[in-house]
């Protein structure tokens, strides 16, 4: 490794700005031109193909697609003995997901162990010396598809690192370890792409913003294959880019990692730190000043060209579900860059005409200066991860809380994929060995786990199970809570020191399979059964309906023999008579067999029809259940986010095929072929609403949320009340406060406590009344009029975690969160929030389920 001092010298060098600098001042007149890009008086190395010489383009000519992204990194490693790359996953759309590492031939040579080694940062109790340890750097494009100047810039980045000659990138590259990811995104990537592509005008481009080519349609690209914003699910990893990303970032865990984005075209250039009122408390201060410090070498690049820039407003570093913002609750730091959008090829705004290079060419200076930055803090960046893991260390000792025990004996699903979760963030999980009592809940050994603290993650555990309710600042760019047990539902307790011991530790758990069920009693039946409690039960039923096998739920709870004794089944338990069906008893062996490997049920064989208690298994109080046929109303003026999410869950997580339609789509439409609509948040003023209360009154089942709401109310299609602001004597406040008034009042992500009436079959499944709502929204909604209408309400009490203002905490107490409303033989299920928030918020995905499967057997006498 280089010297320290020769670090700093090579750093300086690195960019070769000032003097050299060749690159233009003004937006307006950037080209897609290698010479517009790479700064001057550097050598670059023939035998290194260039961009246009694989793609046949300049980067900025044209904006890179993924297939054309991965060709052109491919055919640079092949070439350089500097890079490597690997194949690490696949978009949903099948896109390769890949990662280059780029350093030093002679750090290729020994790269495992030098990998090795820095990993010791976090795991090693004894001091590692550093003074000739590479730092390493993780930089990601574009993880937002229609932000495109990342992954365009990530182009010119690998060839500079790859290409470029001379003793200065010789000693920075043997001295850093770069990790390159040009496409978080690649669907994403490819939907903005083919769309500005396919209507840029070729000779003269058009800077009119109200051009087709800057106008995208809905979706956008911004966001995956089911839109989601992947930034945000850098905690929850529900999709397969995030389970790749977080796998390459625990490889190395690295020292320093970028996020580079774009932001509103009259805008500048941004980088962190961000508000610093706004960081989360958990991370260390230190943190902050080594963010500050690489943001020097930012301003410098910067300002030698007269590039405006800015920092310390718009974004903030609270939410660690965020790229920029993960790395610093995990030792490293993380650096958001928001470049002003082009949108396509060149565009007008507040500050000129801003063309596509000049975007890319500022993401290509950030990405450089951000590897000078890190080269002048080289022992700085790798001590404080050594520090930062030592202090977690101290920090667990000291806490009075030395354990996590979460799990649900009848939802062992919910359970193991929040666990799932935590190992894929490298923390240790075990299985609970013996039961345990917490005050008056209980752990069953094998069906819950328990998290010890004294771990090297001590402090990202800490931020997915706190219930932070005080705040320094009351302001948030993303949501204020995220508490992972609310989120899935299972009951969860903190030991002290005197509630716990090794002993509890049972085998730590890796990644594997779903807990299996269990089909209980002999080969004949007469009905099958199994309860509703598990999360997997309803693709299990869909599987058995789909089939066309008959099925129905139990309305009221019984007591029925099984070949293990008498067994009480409450309400929501599905019962699948052995005859008479139009399927073979065999085939509907199989199911059930399938139904207890594959999603985790209990599966009870009952050979009476005759209940030890309750209602017999042939009663008119078991409803008929039919085969959900859904339709979810999507595109433009739908919130893409919320129908997207929807759909995920019915497509990934319970196997269910779902109807996409346009509002235009759902005029045309014959609805008879559905049985379920869902509209979410949206502008449904062209739907025919007089269209859609004939088709719940011929009993379909409509689910509203959100925004919906006052639609369907308007439309006296669902009988709820919105509550409204109330106008008061307003006291005079000074202009400057205007900002801060209002977004005081804004709920952008909490948790609340709710009450559901577990009788209701809304509230199937559920075996606590007691369920958590995740809220990003201001509008409430009365109880219902009719006392048996509203299944969900939120309590007295409702803040669980998060903030809120005080208030809309009065207001929000005592009011619904689902209202169920009769229109003819069908039902109106109106929600006031998201269930399915973000794919991770199962306990509330249940609920959407409950409507989804049995929205048509709630009681029209029950209904408002």
């Not at 962190?272 to 000043?289: C, D, L, W």
């Amino acid at each position: 490794m280089t010297s320290r001092r020769l670090i700093h010298q090579l750093a300086a060098l690195v960019l070769l700005v000032a003097s050299t600098s060749v690159w233009a001042q003004n937006p307006g007149d950037a080209r897609a031109e290698m010479s517009y890009y790479l700064p001057q008086g550097v050598q670059y190395d023939s035998a290194i193909p260039t961009p246009e010489q694989v793609l046949g383009m300049v980067p900025g000519e044209w904006h890179v697609r993924h297939d054309q992204l991965v060709r052109y990194m491919d055919a640079v490693a092949a070439a350089s003995d500097r890079v490597s790359i690997e194949r690490t996953g696949r978009s949903y759309e099948n896109r390769e997901l890949v990662m280059l590492t780029i350093t030093s031939p002679q750090n290729h040579d020994n790269l495992e162990s030098i990998r090795q080694r820095h990993l010791q940062l976090a795991s090693s109790t004894d001091v590692v010396d550093v003074s000739d340890m590479p730092v390493v750097l993780y930089q990601g494009y574009s993880v937002h598809g229609n932000e495109p100047s990342g992954n365009n810039a990530a182009l010119l980045y690998v060839y500079h690192l790859a290409a470029a000659q001379g003793a200065e990138i010789e000693a920075a590259l043997d001295n850093a370890i770069i990790l390159v990811d040009p496409a978080f995104n690649p669907d994403g990537t490819d939907r903005f792409a083919n769309w500005v592509n396919s209507r840029r005008a070729i000779n003269v481009p058009s800077t009119d913003p109200h051009n087709l080519e800057h106008n995208e349609p809905w979706p956008g690209g911004r966001t995956n294959h089911f839109w989601f914003d992947l930034n945000r699910d850098w905690l929850p990893l529900q999709h397969p880019e995030s389970i790749a990303r977080i796998q390459n970032y625990y490889r190395w865990r690295p020292n320093v990692l970028t996020d580079h984005h774009e932001m509103g075209s009259d805008a500048t250039f941004f980088f962190q730190p961000g508000i610093p009122s706004r960081t989360h408390p958990i991370t260390p201060v230190r943190n902050q000043e080594l963010t500050d410090a690489i943001g020097q070498y930012h301003a410098r690049v910067l300002e030698a060209d007269q590039r405006l820039f800015y920092t310390r407003e718009s974004f903030d570093d609270f939410y660690y579900g965020k790229g920029s913002t993960y790395p610093d609750v995990t030792g490293s730091v993380g650096i958001l860059f928001e470049q002003a959008s082009s949108r396509g090829h060149a565009r007008e705004t507040e500050n000129g005409i801003l063309r596509f290079p000049f975007t890319i060419q500022n993401q290509f200076l950030s990405s450089l200066s951000t590897l000078q930055g890190a080269l002048a803090l080289r022992e700085e960046l790798l001590t404080y991860k050594q520090s930062f893991y030592q202090e977690s260390r101290e920090l667990a000792g000291q806490s009075p809380v030395k354990a996590y025990v979460f799990g649900d004996s009848a939802d062992r699903a919910s359970a193991y994929r929040m666990a799932e979760i935590l190992r894929r963030h490298q923390i240790a999980v075990h299985e609970l060995a013996s039961d345990l009592q917490v005050g008056e809940q209980r752990f069953e050994a094998g069906r819950a786990y328990i998290v010890p603290l004294e771990q090297d993650q001590y402090r990202l555990i800490e931020s997915v199970f706190e219930q932070r309710t005080e705040f320094p600042d009351t302001l948030f760019y993303d949501i204020s809570a995220w508490t992972f047990p609310f989120a899935f539902n299972t009951p969860f307790a903190a030991l002290e020191r005197r509630q716990f011991n090794a002993g509890l530790l049972g085998v730590q758990i890796d990644i594997d399979d779903l807990p299996a069920g269990q089909l209980v009693g002999p080969q004949d039946a007469y009905v099958y059964a199994f309860e509703w409690d598990e999360f997997y039960a309803p693709r299990a039923l869909y599987r058995l309906l789909d089939a066309g096998v008959r099925a129905r739920v139990a309305t009221e709870p019984f007591t029925a023999m099984t070949s293990d004794g008498a067994r009480e089944f409450d309400y929501g338990t599905v019962l699948v008579a052995a005859g008479p069906q139009d399927v073979s008893q065999e085939t509907i062996r199989e199911l059930m067999q399938q139904a207890s490997q594959d999603d985790g049920l209990s599966v009870y064989v009952l050979n009476s029809g005759l209940s030890q208690q309750g209602i017999d298994l042939g009663s008119r109080s078991h409803a008929n259940l039919r085969k959900p046929e859904i339709a979810i109303v999507v595109g433009e003026g739908v919130r893409a986010s919320e129908v997207g999410e929807a759909w995920h869950a019915l497509d990934q997580k319970f196997a269910m095929p779902v109807s996409l339609l346009t509002i235009p789509r759902l005029r045309q439409a014959d609805l008879h072929r559905y049985n379920v609509l869902v509209m979410a948040s949206g502008n449904y003023s062209g739907v025919d609403a007089a269209a859609i209360k004939s088709w719940v009154q011929d009993g379909g089942t409509l689910i509203v949320y959100k925004t919906a709401l006052a639609w369907a109310a308007r439309e006296e299609l669902a009988s709820i009340k919105l509550i409204e602001d109330e106008e008061g004597d307003q006291a005079l406040r000074s202009y400057a406060e205007q900002v801060r008034d209002s977004g005081e009042q804004l709920i952008s992500g909490s948790i609340f406590n709710a009450r559901l009436d577990l009788t209701h079959p809304l509230g199937y499944g559920y075996n606590s009344a007691l369920i958590r709502v995740f809220r990003d929204n201001a509008q409430f909604m009365a109880v219902a009029d009719n006392p048996y209408a509203t299944p969900l309400i939120y309590s007295d009490d409702p803040l669980a975690a998060g903030y809120i203002s005080a208030e809309n905490l009065e207001k929000i107490a005592g009011t619904a969160a689902i209202v169920v409303s009769r229109q003819g033989s069908g039902r109106v299920i109106a929600m006031t929030d998201n269930p399915n928030f973000r794919a991770f918020w199962y306990g509330t995905t249940r609920l959407f389920m409950n409507a989804v499967f049995f929205g048509h057997t709630i009681s029209a006498a029950t209904a408002q």
